[in-house]
């Protein structure tokens, strides 16, 4: 079995982090945090799910409050990978519904994502024209793609 390597403690008040190991860089950075639980689990799971699913495997650790003071909690149980689609073993193919089901909550992440690089960028009060644009953009692009250009969103708004 792999030890994970040891997880920083998170900067700030005690509230729940999840990070994430990124071996390539040989470094943790923040996947979500929230001042509740809730949210960062879920969030865990939707990014342990994406990272599988590009063959990545994902090392996570889980920081909160106890006490008033940080604390490591043991990572969430990652479920196993998703076996492989029944067509493709040559059981039934999925159902109708599940590719645009899929399809359809990329295109909602995607949305999200590219919302939070213009808040990041202080661009909050959008015009009908402009939530166009932004759902146009989700449509289109590739997650990869999407990702960039809210990065250089938050870098224009501040971030760094």
């Known amino acids: 079995m792999q030890k994970r390597p040891p997880c920083p403690r998170p900067p700030g008040a005690p509230r729940w ?10 470094s943790w950075t923040v996947g979500a945090e929230s001042p509740d639980r809730a949210p960062v689990l879920y969030a865990v799971g939707d990014m342990t799910q994406t990272l599988r699913a590009r063959g990545e495997e994902a090392t996570v650790a889980l920081w909160g409050p106890r006490g008033g003071a940080w604390h490591l909690f043991d990572a969430p149980a990652a479920k196993e990978p998703a076996p492989a689609p ?3 073993t040559g059981g039934p193919a999925p159902g109708p519904g599940e590719p645009a089901k899929l399809a359809e909550r990329m295109t909602g992440r995607r949305h999200q994502v590219l919302l939070a690089g213009l808040g990041k960028a202080g661009l909050y009060d959008l015009s009908a024209e402009d939530g166009e644009a932004v759902r146009t953009m989700a449509e289109r692009l590739d997650e990869p793609t999407v990702r960039r ?3 250089w969103l938050s870098v224009a708004g501040g971030e760094r």
């Open 149 to 151: 250009v809210a990065h």
């Open 86 to 88: 029944a067509a493709a």
């Open 17 to 26: 982090v999840a990070m994430f190991h990124q071996p390539s860089l040989d």
